[in-house]
T-cell receptor
Framework: GQNIDQPTEMTATEGAIVQINCTYQTSGFNGLFWYQQHAGEAPTFLSY??LDGLEEKGRFSSFLSRSKGYSYLLLKELQMKDSASYLC??????????WGAGTKLIIKP | GAVVSQHPSWVICKSGTSVKIECRSL??????MFWYRQFPKQSLMLMATSNEGSKATYEQGVEKDKFLINHASLTLSTLTVTSAHPEDSSFYIC????????????FGPGTRLTVT
């Protein structure tokens, strides 16, 4: 079966760095997405990785290792507004997104 | 660019009635549209995938006669929840592909449905 695993909840301090991990087992791989979702709102796109390595975009970076079925989202200089759920999703061989359950990130002052 | 709108943003209806939710791609032609449902504190659950001019493909466990999807044009898809029940209360989100990034899904703002 297809499976995406990520921690349910994480807590971090404002100004610090946090890494959210995602492991996956899917039938085929056409890329991995990270989305941010604030409570009561729709997800917004953060990053897309299809090749191994690190993609940096401002305070957010995303890493992918296809051989390990592993990705992480790194958030630097955390701000209170970063409190949200972070969803990992993998596009399978049918170009369908398989979603993880999301990681709720709580930022404390 | 790549903006998706949904209407209404929230709706309250009585049990047994039907509710229609619209999803529009405002500045691009959506080759494929997706309908998701999200219960509180849970992740997105794909309900169906639709391509313009063809029947929607429903995920296992989703009743196609209850959740009617029409994708009449490249910019509009509708989801009609028929004979709504309180357990249909949820956050319904549509997304679309066909924007600048080929496989990226652009999400609408979601529709909060409450069935009383």
């Amino acid at each position: 079966g297809q499976n995406i695993d990520q921690p349910t909840e994480m807590t971090a301090t404002e100004g610090a760095i946090v890494q959210i991990n995602c492991t996956y087992q899917t039938s085929g791989f056409n890329g991995l997405f990270w989305y941010q979702q604030h409570a009561g709102e729709a997800p917004t796109f953060l990053s897309y990785n299809v090749l191994d390595g690190l993609e940096e975009k401002g305070r957010f970076s995303s890493f992918l290792s296809r051989s390990k079925g592993y990705s992480y989202l790194l958030l630097k200089e955390l701000q209170m507004k970063d409190s949200a759920s972070y969803l990992c999703a993998v596009m399978d061989s049918n170009y369908q997104l398989i979603w993880g359950a999301g990681t709720k990130l709580i930022i404390k002052p | 660019g790549a903006v998706v709108s949904q209407h209404p943003s929230w709706v309250i209806c009585k049990s047994g009635t039907s509710v229609k939710i619209e999803c529009r791609s405002l500045d691009f032609q959506a080759t494929t549209m997706f309908w998701y449902r999200q219960f509180p504190k849970q992740s997105l659950m794909l309900m169906a995938t639709s391509n313009e001019g063809s029947k929607a493909t429903y995920e296992q466990g989703v009743e196609k006669d209850k959740f009617l999807i029409n994708h009449a044009s490249l910019t509009l898809s509708t989801l009609t929840v028929t004979s709504a029940h309180p357990e249909d209360s949820s956050f319904y989100i549509c997304s679309a592909t066909g924007g600048r990034e080929l496989y990226e899904q652009y999400f609408g703002p979601g529709t909060r449905l409450t069935v009383t």
